[in-house]
């Protein structure tokens, strides 16, 4: 009979709910709030959503229904559609709301349609504003009007402010007013008008976020105590804005010390800050190597090219300064004549392995010079092939051919002639009786080599 009792129980109280009963039962007997149908309901009602409007996975959906509850938003689907209206493809959306799922609740009305209008304002659309969000899609859910508004009002161009934005979107994330004005306004008394600030942060937007009590301040009294003048101070700043990102005292201070202690001037040294104090901002071991290198070497502490042969083996890791080696030994160089290149122009291992494959292989194989001309002449490869070295090439095969040019003419002289002095001698003297030199020198005739043996 108890037996009988026992198992009507449950659904008797299903029939009369009663507080009183439920201590009846174990815990244990009671499904968990997750499995309840309400919150199941809930949860698959999310999953749906992602999978159909976004185009996520079962498994993804799954995952990310966690974070978002799509009962609980307004217009999810007017959300995808203004994505859409504004460029947006359905890969993009996707990984926008991959990154961002709550991007789906934000407030369609008061945040994300002006926000979208503002970033359209700045020509922003499609693959540009994907990108872009997908560094930061928050900055969606943020006040970007006051932020762009901000710089427009201090100076900052739209494409200024686009260039900011592509840098580093979350600027949107600070307020403007209380962490980038007072940076702005320590930047101009130090003397920079506001387009040269609004040109510097251009292209290091990555200062706004330091601190400027502990970072840029100190910063800068760092740099009057070394280089002794406000104009000193303004004129590194203005070769190396990122030099207020650098450690002073832990990072220049000894590799400057260590400069001094090989004999280099103080003069030379306050030159290293006016054209390039980035190769300073390296750790101070493997400074010391280097400039106890450039000794080696041969270079005079007391002489300019020892500087810029410290600048220039600085901004190479030894891995890559062996590839550019490699890449002048492929051309059939020695390791003597390599290193004679260097102390003759030691900006020339400034280049890119990949510039130096480029313009070797053009000399040697399209001019015929000798690999040992180039190590005698390595100015040579300081220009731009595209844009000067091919078209004026162009222009003495064109006069080459019309049999023009009766002098000789060396290549390297020819190369490294000044722009005003190469278009008297060699574009505005003929342009009239052969117009193909105009078209050479803009690059609109193709190379196809000298016919004619120049001197090298």
Not at 138 to 167: N, P
Not at 191 to 198: F, K, Q, R
Not at 324 to 338: M, N, P, Q, T
Request: aromatic content about 8%.
């Amino acid at each position: 009979m108890l037996r009988f009792i026992c198992s009507k129980l449950p659904q008797k109280l299903r029939h009369r709910p009663s507080k009183r009963h439920a201590n009846f039962f174990s815990t244990s007997s009671l499904k968990p709030t997750s499995e309840l149908p309400n919150s199941k309901d809930q949860q698959s009602l999310t999953v749906s959503f992602l999978q159909d409007s976004c185009g996520f996975s079962l498994e993804s959906a799954i995952s990310y229904s966690k974070k978002l509850n799509i009962e609980n938003v307004k217009n999810p689907k007017s959300v995808l559609d203004l994505l859409r209206n504004h460029g947006l493809t359905q890969t993009h959306i996707s990984n926008l709301i991959r990154i961002r799922p709550l991007l789906l609740s934000a407030d369609l009305d008061n945040t994300l349609m002006p926000n979208m209008e503002v970033f359209e304002s700045l020509g922003f659309s499609g693959s540009s504003l994907a990108k872009m969000l997908s560094k930061n899609p928050v900055v969606l859910e943020r006040d970007a009007h006051a932020v762009v508004e901000f710089f427009r009002a201090h100076g900052f161009s739209d494409k200024q402010i686009t260039t900011l934005t592509m840098k580093l979107p979350q600027l949107y994330l600070y307020n403007a007013e209380k962490i980038f004005k007072p940076k702005l306004e320590f930047f101009k008394s130090l003397g920079l008008s506001d387009l040269e600030i609004a040109k510097l942060l251009s292209s290091r937007p990555h200062i706004l976020t330091r601190s400027l009590e502990k970072q840029i301040i100190p910063c800068v009294q760092e740099l009057r105590r070394v280089l002794g003048t406000d104009e000193n101070v303004l004129e590194a700043i203005k070769a190396c804005f990122p030099i207020l990102e650098s450690n002073m005292v832990h990072m220049l201070q000894p590799n400057i010390a260590t400069l001094i202690s090989h004999g280099v001037p103080q003069s030379l040294v306050l030159k290293v800050f006016f054209i390039r104090p980035s190769s300073l901002f390296i750790c101070g071991n493997r400074f010391s190597e280097i400039v106890s290198g450039v000794m080696n070497l041969g270079f005079d502490p007391s002489c300019l090219k020892f500087l810029l042969a410290t600048m220039s083996m600085s901004l190479n890791s030894k891995t890559t300064w062996e590839k550019k080696v490699e890449a002048f030994r492929s051309y059939g160089l020695s390791e003597d004549e390599i290193y004679a290149a260097f102390k003759r122009q030691p900006l020339c291992m400034r280049c890119s392995e990949k510039k130096i494959k480029k313009m070797m292989d053009f000399f040697v194989n399209e001019l015929k010079m000798k690999p040992s001309s180039i190590s005698n002449s390595p100015t040579l490869l300081m220009h731009s092939l595209e844009k000067r070295i091919i078209p004026r090439c162009s222009v003495m095969q064109v006069l080459m051919l019309k049999g023009l040019i009766k002098e000789d003419i060396g290549i390297v002289s020819m190369v490294t002639m000044a722009e005003k002095k190469f278009m008297v001698k060699f574009v505005s003297k003929y342009q009239n009786e052969v117009p193909d030199v105009v078209r050479a020198h803009q690059g609109k005739i193709e190379f196809q080599g000298l016919h004619i043996t120049m001197e090298m």
